[in-house]
C-alpha cells in the first residue's frame, strides 16, 4: 500500500479544496463500488491495489454531524489519471471489503 507524504494544505470549505484540487490536475469523480473505485464515467474500476490516496481532506460540520464529509485526492498510475472522492464518515463501512477500508481509512488517523 503506497502512500504519498506531500505539503498538505488547508482550507476551510469542501468547495475551497475541490477547487484547489482540480486546479493541480485531479479532474476524474470517482466513486465507491463495492469493492472498488469507479470512475464517473464507468469506464474504470479501480481496486486498492490500483491507486495512491495523496491528500485526505476532512469537514466537520459546526452542528450537524451530518455535515462531516471526507475529500480524497487520488491517483492511479496503473491507469494515468487522478481525481476525487468524496465520502461522509462511515456511509460506506458496511458494503465494501476490509481492504479498502483500510486504504481509505490509512490517511485519516
Known amino acids: 500500500m ?3 507524504n506531500k505539503q498538505q494544505p488547508y482550507f476551510d470549505t469542501v ?3 475541490l477547487d484547489w484540487l482540480k ?3 485531479y479532474t476524474h469523480d470517482f466513486n465507491l463500488d463495492g ?3 469507479k470512475s464517473a464515467n464507468g469506464q474504470h474500476s479501480l481496486s486498492p491495489e490500483d491507486f495512491t490516496i495523496n491528500y485526505v481532506f476532512r469537514f466537520e460540520g459546526d452542528s450537524d454531524p451530518d455535515d462531516e464529509s471526507i475529500i480524497y485526492g487520488i491517483s492511479s ?3 494515468k489519471m487522478k481525481g476525487v472522492m468524496i465520502s ?5 463501512a458496511d458494503s465494501i471489503s476490509t481492504e479498502m477500508i483500510q486504504k481509505l481509512a490509512i490517511r485519516n488517523q
Open 2 to 4: 503506497e502512500i504519498h
Open 15 to 17: 468547495t475551497e479544496a
Open 23 to 25: 486546479i493541480v490536475g
Open 35 to 37: 469493492n472498488y473505485l
Open 77 to 79: 498510475e496503473t491507469y
Open 88 to 92: 461522509a464518515f462511515g456511509m460506506y
